[in-house]
């Protein structure tokens, strides 16, 4: 799509939008670009929007719906994916290579969706390869409606902080790495906002704060592997919010955020007015890297002190903290109505699955799987074989359940890993990690309810410690070594939708799959029908397009 097309384009849906009362737009074009630049001191190839590291803020509110014409000009095929937004109905957005033909380069494409009842803090980054790695990613926050309150009073101003462990190899050196069957090792460094202030008094403050006002400080941790723990100088955090939910407010002197996560603090500017370092510090690692950042009163005088409380050691206060957060069951969140309204503990579940991660490193060739299956991309999106009808040429349904090596073993098969759950049923899926590493996983269009996370493995009897009251509802759980974890929820979004480890090595290399919901309404009131410019590829390019949904 060309310029004057574009801007006729903008003009007719906001016309549109005028006419027929819909929820506002807003539009952003974005130029995706190869830079060169030394985060660590060392130059080289990031991936740049607008010529911005990080990719720019989008600030939305609820039920806005958001216009994002990309326009890919590097040299490789081009996704984003926007992380925890719930795409409802609408999973031909979600920017995943299972539902999505890349964009090729040099050329664009246009992702229109709304951000549907939802509120809180989020973000963006390019999903194809190993391109998170070499940044592309930004904040996308959510703000709730005015006529809907939120259970603190407005803060004096809003900040996204994007925290994550970087490496100074390139993404397609790393990748060729990954290939050659050898895991990527350790970072180089810790990145706040891409940056990290290296001390001396010559670093410029990330943030400002006047005295005596409170701010709001977004923080999710967007890196490759590392889970991080975040704290201010001698400033408490006031949790209020995680992944889009309203939680009891609680302070805490730091928090562990692993990858994917993000976690909404309030902060008040009450200490003695100088510099104070944000720190970001690796958590279950035997080398200790952090990264730091400035935070600066407007009145103050005085370098950051260089006194930093040591991050916390082991994983036992990590579990704690999770047991600590509590859904806010009298708050409201997109809509009027208090999240505590949703009984989900009162609701019988139809159907319970478990999933237990593995890897495999013979014959010179590292992967990871789910149950005994690493999943590998196909040529043809899952989604577009299935609304096309030819799913039997591309995958089979539900392998991962007849697979003989689901257990715990080390040899694993290679194939597109998809399952199907039944429309509108409640089912509680159950995460077993038998490694010596901590695992996240990340569902896309749901939030769940993590009502618990253990030591050992699960069996049934273990459901008499789960919250069945107030547990968070969120998009992303951690399991931590020998551990397990249970979420549920509701399938009641029709879609395609990816269910994925948030550590890049394992989701670049098949610890992922993806969950089709059908409804068997095929009605608009249940999922879109697919977008006019959808990219095709594949087996179905050619194929004439079924009937629509009515």
Not at 515 to 527: A, G
Request: proline residues 6%.
């Amino acid at each position: 799509m060309d310029g004057v097309m574009y801007f006729l384009l903008v003009c007719l849906l906001a016309t549109m939008s005028l006419i027929h009362g819909e929820d506002p737009y807003f539009f952003f074009t974005w130029n995706v670009t190869y830079g060169t630049l030394s985060p660590l001191g060392t130059p080289q190839q990031v991936i740049l929007i607008n010529n911005e590291f990080p990719g720019p803020n989008i600030n939305s509110t609820s039920n806005n719906n958001l216009v994002v014409n990309v326009f890919n000009n590097l040299d490789e095929p081009l996704l984003f994916t926007w992380h925890g937004v719930q795409q409802r109905k609408n999973c031909w957005q979600d920017g995943v290579v299972g539902t999505n033909c890349p964009i090729v380069p040099g050329t664009n494409f246009t992702y229109r969706f709304q951000v549907k009842d939802q509120i809180g803090s989020y973000f963006y980054y390019p999903f194809t390869g190993l391109h998170r790695i070499a940044g592309g990613f930004g904040g996308l926050r959510i703000n709730s409606r005015l006529l809907i309150p939120v259970p603190y009073d407005d803060p004096e101003d809003d900040y996204t902080v994007l925290i994550g462990d970087w490496y100074t190899k390139s993404h397609s050196s790393l990748k060729k790495f990954l290939e050659s069957g050898h895991s990527l090792g350790r970072p180089q460094g810790v990145l706040i906002n891409g940056k990290s202030a290296k001390g001396g008094g010559k670093d410029q403050p990330l943030f400002t704060m006047k005295p005596d006002k409170t701010y709001k400080y977004r923080i999710c941790n967007v890196g490759i592997k590392y889970s991080l723990n975040f704290m201010i100088q001698n400033h408490p955090m006031k949790l209020v919010e995680i992944e889009g939910s309203h939680v009891v407010q609680m302070n805490y002197d730091s928090l562990d955020v692993h990858v994917g996560q993000c976690f909404g603090v309030l902060v008040t500017a009450n200490k003695e007015p100088k510099d104070y370092y944000m720190v970001a510090t690796t958590r279950f690692t035997n080398t200790i890297l952090q990264g730091k950042g400035i935070i600066r009163y407007t009145n103050g005088k005085g370098p950051p002190s260089s006194q930093i409380l040591k991050a916390p050691v082991g994983w036992a206060l990590s579990l704690n903290q999770f047991r600590s957060f509590r859904w806010n069951l009298t708050a409201s969140a997109a809509r009027p109505n208090p999240q505590g309204s949703y009984h989900y503990g009162q609701i019988n579940i139809t159907r319970t699955v478990k999933f237990i991660n593995s890897v495999s490193r013979g014959n010179n060739k590292l992967r990871y799987a789910i149950n005994g299956v690493s999943h590998i991309d196909s040529d043809t999106p899952v989604k577009l074989a299935e609304y096309f009808g030819i799913q039997d040429k591309v995958f089979k349904y539900d392998s991962i359940f007849n697979n003989s090596l689901q257990s715990v073993g080390t040899s694993v098969i290679e194939q597109p890993n998809v399952i199907k759950f039944e429309f509108r049923t409640f089912i509680e899926i159950i995460f077993e990690n038998h490694e010596k590493t901590i695992q996240t996983y990340n569902l896309d269009g749901y939030s769940f309810f993590a009502v618990a996370i253990e030591p050992g493995t699960w069996s049934p009897d273990k459901r008499r410690n789960y919250n069945l009251l107030d547990a968070v509802s969120r998009h992303t759980v951690q399991v931590f070594p020998k551990c397990w974890a249970a979420i549920m929820l509701t399938f009641d979004n029709a879609g395609m939708w990816n269910l994925r480890s948030e550590n890049t090595e394992n989701r670049y290399l098949g610890q992922q799959l993806y969950i089709s919901v059908v409804s068997p309404e095929r009605s608009l009131n249940d999922e879109y029908n697919i977008p006019e410019n959808c990219i095709i590829c594949g087996n179905v390019k050619g194929l004439p397009k079924p009937a629509p949904y009515t």
